[in-house]
């Protein structure tokens, strides 16, 4: 049964109790046993419980260690590829500014 970390917990559960979920109502836990009650949710298929972002240290499924790692993966939005990337745009927008001024001279 999966955890599930979200940043709109809220609606989130509200979601599943839209698709037909029990959620909040103080259902006994089977597998998910750990969970806040008001996070947990049965649907027809089973278990789920719902986290906020800064709930992470609280899942049974996923350890800090793996969520470090799986941190450390993502690229970063200015990684040395992009900045190279995003300095020649720079550059080749200033001559093309450069060219149409003089032209307008």
């Known amino acids: 049964m999966p955890e599930v970390v979200t940043k709109y917990p809220e609606v989130l559960i509200q979601e599943l109790k839209d698709a037909g979920g029990k959620c909040g109502q103080g259902l006994q836990a089977q597998i998910l046993t750990r969970c806040p009650k008001d996070q947990f949710c049965v649907l ?9 972002l800064n709930e992470i240290t609280e899942m049974t499924q996923v350890t ?24 020649m745009v720079l550059a080749l927008g200033l001559i093309i500014g450069m060219i149409v001024t003089r032209r307008k001279s």
Not at 65 to 87: C, G, K, Q, T
């Open 44 to 52: 027809p298929t089973g278990e789920i419980c719902v986290y906020d």
């Open 64 to 87: 800090p260690s793996e969520w470090s790692e799986a941190i450390r993966h993502v690229p970063a939005m200015y990684d040395h590829v992009n900045l190279i990337f995003l300095v």
